[in-house]
């Protein structure tokens, strides 16, 4: 398989994780003594885990190694600070879509540094890709019980516009394929704009979810996340 159909087969992959979280929040929501709340906290975690490891071990070290230090700083900061803006806002909206937001926010970028990566060679499109996957299932599933928990719409709708965004993977990845495969800069600077991002969304929003008292699945939750990350960053540099 060529390079751009590798990138378009796992962008799409990395995109179609969110209606495929959806869908499990859906049969939760229909079955809800299956899963009890210790494992929902615990696919919360899960999902920071894998979004830390996409940043300790892809995002920021790519993106450092592209930019002089002050600019992955100014980079770094502005995606904390524009999230942290992005949130004041939706809250001030009481929008049901908090989520879903926050989870295009930090997987756009992503999407368009995956279409970068494979634009420049070398396996670190492949681990971004992977890490992008095990994100987006828990985000979806979190998205998906915030906006049928609020009666915006029906599941079935709901479920209908996750498989739209599904799409977004490969529009995005492609746009930095053909658009940032010469500006290893912006690559860098957009890598560590959602790094500083996923980082607010991380201690601001799922951490405090996970949480559950005297119980060890969600933060075995986040080391499951995160070990599954590491381990394909060791196969794929080794």
Do not use: K
Request: overall charge negative; proline content about 5%; glycine content about 14%.
């Amino acid at each position: 398989m060529d390079t751009l159909a590798t990138l378009l087969a796992l962008s799409l992959l990395a995109g179609a994780s969110m209606p495929v979280g959806a869908a499990l929040a859906r049969w939760d929501r229909l079955h809800p003594a299956v899963l009890g709340p210790g494992w929902r906290h615990f696919i919360v975690a899960f999902g920071g885990g894998a979004l830390l490891s996409a940043v300790a071990l892809v995002l920021v070290p790519d993106g450092a190694g592209h930019v002089p230090i002050w600019l992955a700083a100014v980079s770094f900061g502005a995606g904390g600070i524009v999230f942290c803006l992005l949130d004041i806002w939706l809250g001030r909206l009481q929008s049901s879509a908090g989520q879903m937001v926050a989870m295009l926010s930090d997987f756009i970028p992503e999407a368009i540094a995956l279409g970068a990566a494979f634009a420049a060679g070398g396996q670190t499109g492949v681990l971004l890709a992977l890490l992008i996957v095990l994100q987006n299932l828990p985000e979806g599933f979190n998205a998906f019980e915030e906006l049928d928990g609020r009666g915006s719409a029906s599941p079935n709708r709901i479920l209908g516009v996750f498989a739209l965004l599904a799409l977004v993977g490969p529009a995005s990845a492609l746009s930095g394929y053909y658009l940032l495969a010469d500006a290893p800069a912006v690559m860098g600077g957009l890598m560590l704009f959602a790094s500083g991002g996923i980082l607010y969304l991380i201690f601001e929003d799922i951490a405090p979810q996970a949480r559950l008292e005297r119980r060890w699945t969600p933060p075995l939750g986040a080391v499951a996340g995160f070990l599954l990350g590491l381990i394909g960053h060791g196969l794929l540099s080794g």
